[in-house]
């Protein structure tokens, strides 16, 4: 029988959350690397380059990778031979170890999860409660697997009980183009198979723990259905052009992970997980020891890269760009941003729409200024601003044309593609949509120099804040005529890797 000590549960979850938020896995680097040197549309490739660069910072510097810094997913294998010594629940334990990571001093990470979630969504403080799955298994040890999964990629989970005739395949193609790039990729996808509907999902879920090695599985060859699925996927969405941060370009997956589960006769369950560019698990065990420790990766993992601005990149002052100017911007176009913007995000778009639809004075004057979609990381030490990333900029589409039209602002900075209601509302303001890269977010942090509460402090993250940056750089995504590069971007590089015969994988 192996005792298990109420602190070292604690303790591990605790650890285990500071590790993944400033150390990507090893895998997941090199799968980067791999379809940064592949990659030949150059916005994609700076866009791996800004998340390569930003992951090795992190691991650095001991700080988020990411400002969304997850919802906690635990899995837990319990052996039927263990013991606890504690005076806690296994879910109270691993909550006080979230609690504990959440509010390290060292390395804060954002708390983003809302109680009443259709209702007053009041923020917990600490990021509990962690989504747990148990399993009783023999044996006297206890496997611990920790997740932190974004919401944007969470976001983009789809579900369906297909006919059992019905082709999986023409099911996922059919849906990864509707996920966009609020997923972050380029990242991996667990599809669930069979079960029920919530067993369709969990095992999706549980398909993104594997490690990426679809480089072994290509070269020995698919031993059963889930190996075969793996493969075709992992070549026809690639093809699909979407690419990193959904640009355009030859990686959009790095792997596709494919678990099943016996199901009724009747049903084809099928579940798709998106993984982002903030990959983040962990996976140790504990034998009654003591807590468990995950051994630092090496910074030689890292690769070594630079990024470049061209000599001819147009730089952009804030403070005094005018609605004349904006419109010289080209879709595709890199910028560097120079100035104070202000920013908001979900929460503070709806009070600002019910304020303007009240007939009230919003508590910041928006003419001619930008709004950056962001919830950053609290501070720590000397810095000004945590990691501070865009947020997908698409939940932002219902409150843009009133944005727009009602207070002057002149453009918006977030991530990924915007809807179509939105595009009309640029176009029809001739305002303009930036895009910076998700999942470069301490990369971003270093060009605010700046930042203060200027309304709404009782929504925390969510707040609106000036912040005053140096050469930020970011994407046109959507011009002044409504072009998108999301649009653009994927239908350009479908064609020419069909055209080509490009290699995609
Ligand atoms: S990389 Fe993108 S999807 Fe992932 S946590 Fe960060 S912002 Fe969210």
């Known amino acids: 029988m192996t005792v298990i000590r109420k602190d070292d549960l604690i303790s591990t979850v605790a650890d285990a959350l500071q590790y993944i938020s400033y150390y990507h896995p090893v895998d997941f680097i090199q799968g980067v690397y791999q379809a ?17 660069i930003n992951s090795r910072m992190c691991a650095e510097g001991h700080r988020p990778i990411c400002q969304d810094t997850g919802i906690v997913t635990v899995f837990l294998k319990v052996g039927m031979n263990v013991q606890w010594e504690s005076d806690m629940s296994v879910t109270d334990m691993v909550n006080e170890g979230v609690r504990r990571a959440y509010n390290h ?46 919401g944007g990629s969470e976001a983009k989970s789809k579900f369906a009980m297909l006919n059992p005739s019905d082709s999986v395949v023409d099911w996922v193609l059919e849906q990864v183009p509707k996920m966009g790039a609020g997923w972050c990729p380029p990242g991996m996808l667990g599809i669930g198979i069979g079960g029920t509907a919530e067993k369709a999902m969990l095992v999706a879920k549980e398909a993104l723990l594997d490690p990426i090695d679809i ?17 075709e996927l992992m070549e026809k969405v690639n093809k699909l052009g979407i690419g990193a941060q959904g640009l355009g370009g030859l990686t959009t997956v790095l792997d596709v992970k494919v678990k099943d589960y016996p199901t009724h006769a009747a049903n084809k369950a099928v579940a798709i997980i998106p993984n982002c560019a903030a990959t983040r698990h962990a996976h140790v065990t504990l034998d009654g020891s003591g807590p468990a420790t995950l051994t630092p990766p090496s910074l030689d993992d890292w690769p070594e ?17 005018t609605a004349e100017e904006v419109k010289e911007w080209k879709p595709g176009e890199t910028l560097l941003l120079n100035g104070k913007m202000l920013t908001g995000r979900d929460a503070a778009h709806k009070k ?18 930008f709004i950056y979609y ?40 977030g991530k990924a593609e915007r809807g179509d209601t939105a595009i009309d ?13 998700g999942g470069a977010a301490y990369l971003v942090a270093q060009a605010i120099k700046h930042a203060e509460v200027v309304a709404f402090p009782e929504l ?41 015969a490009i290699e995609v994988v």
Not at 305 to 321: M, Y
């Open 215 to 231: 480089h072994e599985l290509r070269e020995r060859g698919p031993s059963n259905r889930s190996e075969e699925l793996r493969l």
């Open 460 to 500: 925390g993250m969510e707040a609106i804040y000036e912040f005053d940056v140096v050469d930020m750089p970011v994407t046109v995504a959507v011009d002044t005529h409504g072009d998108s590069v999301h649009k653009s971007g994927p239908a350009k590089w479908s064609k020419l890797i069909e055209e080509q």
């Open 352 to 369: 600002m729409v019910d304020m303007l639809a009240k007939g009230e004075k919003l508590p910041v004057d928006m003419t001619g200024r």
């Open 105 to 150: 001093p060292d390395n804060v990470l954002r708390a983003s999860i809302l109680s009443d979630p259709d209702g007053a969504r009041q923020n917990t403080k600490d990021n509990t409660p962690a989504v747990i799955h148990y399993e009783i298994v023999e044996g006297d040890k206890v496997e611990v697997c920790v997740a932190a999964k974004g």
């Open 425 to 437: 509302a640029i176009r029809d303001s001739e305002a303009v949509y930036l895009m910076a890269v």
């Open 305 to 321: 890269i630079t990024w470049e601005v061209g000599e001819g990149v147009r730089r952009v002052n804030l403070d005094t760009v």
């Open 36 to 52: 940064y040197q592949r990659e030949q549309n150059p916005g994609a490739k700076d866009a791996m380059a800004q998340i390569l």
């Open 374 to 413: 962001v919830g950053p990381v609290d501070p720590v030490r000397d810095e000004v601003v945590g990691p501070a990333g865009p947020t997908t900029a698409t939940r932002m589409d219902k409150f843009t044309r009133t944005m727009l039209e009602e207070t002057g602002l002149l453009g918006m900075i």
